[in-house]
């Protein structure tokens, strides 16, 4: 009998139109402390944004909200079809193998075919039997991409997802998100500090400052891109501005 091979998760295009989420006044408070403060924004889909700001800025309560995480928020928020995270911890369930960390509640007819075509894209179907802890840091990040593309959301939420891998791992893991993205097309939203890394892989980079949305800056270099494009080059200048930090570093 032959072995079949799982090929790319695929997906239905999409029947609907228009923004993938749209944020209208959306406002956050704990106790005396506003976090987001009648925040605006749209993410289109198919659209690959980065979301900069400071410590406290409120971008993982904005990306919590957006994964319908945090019920307190008020304001106007709309999501259309599916979401799914991954964290800055991959939050593997260590009493349970790769794979079924991959199908862990995932309600499809086949949940062993599309994880198996999930660890496949993400270069993993070697340790799919493997226990968490027994994978370096950029396989574990690689497991949890598995795990939120299998579920083939319309909308993909990445909360600093790179900050504890080496820098060489992190190429290797922008290269796949790239990729994976390319081929599924979802909205991402990409929380991050790395101004570097927001310009290598977002199509639009947002700078949240004080609850709201304070800068925004289209990134028109072509993929792949390098860091020292003259286009790159001037932006991280304004973003790195925009953010209350000069070139040489300081405030």
Do not use: Y
């Not at 911890?89 to 198996?116: C, F, M, Q, S």
């Not at 270069?123 to 396989?139: H, K, Q, Y």
């Not at 993205?181 to 639009?204: G, I």
């Not at 792949?224 to 930090?245: I, K, N, Q, Y």
């Amino acid at each position: 009998m032959a072995t079949r091979v799982p090929g790319p998760l695929t997906r239905p295009a999409a029947a609907a139109t228009g923004p993938v989420a749209t944020a209208d006044g959306l406002t956050r408070r704990f106790g005396e402390r506003t976090v987001l403060d009648r925040l605006d924004l749209e993410i289109g889909r198919g659209e690959f944004i980065a979301l900069l700001g400071r410590s406290g800025s409120g971008k993982s309560t904005l990306l919590r909200a957006l994964a319908g995480l945090d019920s307190e928020a008020e304001g106007g928020l709309s999501v259309t079809g599916s979401v799914a995270v991954a964290f800055q911890e991959p939050r593997l369930v260590p009493w349970k193998r790769v794979h079924a960390n991959i199908t862990l509640g995932l309600a499809v007819p086949d949940p062993k075919e599309k994880a198996d075509a999930a660890l496949a894209e993400v270069g993993l179907t070697e340790r799919a039997g493997a226990w968490p802890l027994t994978l370096s840091g950029g396989e574990a990040q690689r497991a949890s991409l598995a795990r939120a593309l299998v579920r083939e959301p319309d909308l993909l939420l990445l909360d600093e997802p790179f900050s504890a891998l080496d820098a060489l791992t992190r190429i290797t893991i922008h290269q796949l998100v790239l990729q994976l993205w390319s081929v599924h097309r979802p909205a991402v939203l990409l929380v991050t500090h790395d101004v570097d890394e927001a310009l290598l892989l977002a199509d639009r980079v947002l700078v949240l400052d004080r609850g709201r949305i304070a800068h925004e800056s289209d990134v028109p270099a072509p993929r792949p891109r390098h860091r020292d494009h003259p286009d790159l080059t001037s932006l991280r200048t304004t973003l790195l501005a925009a953010l209350g930090v000069s070139p040489e570093g300081t405030t």
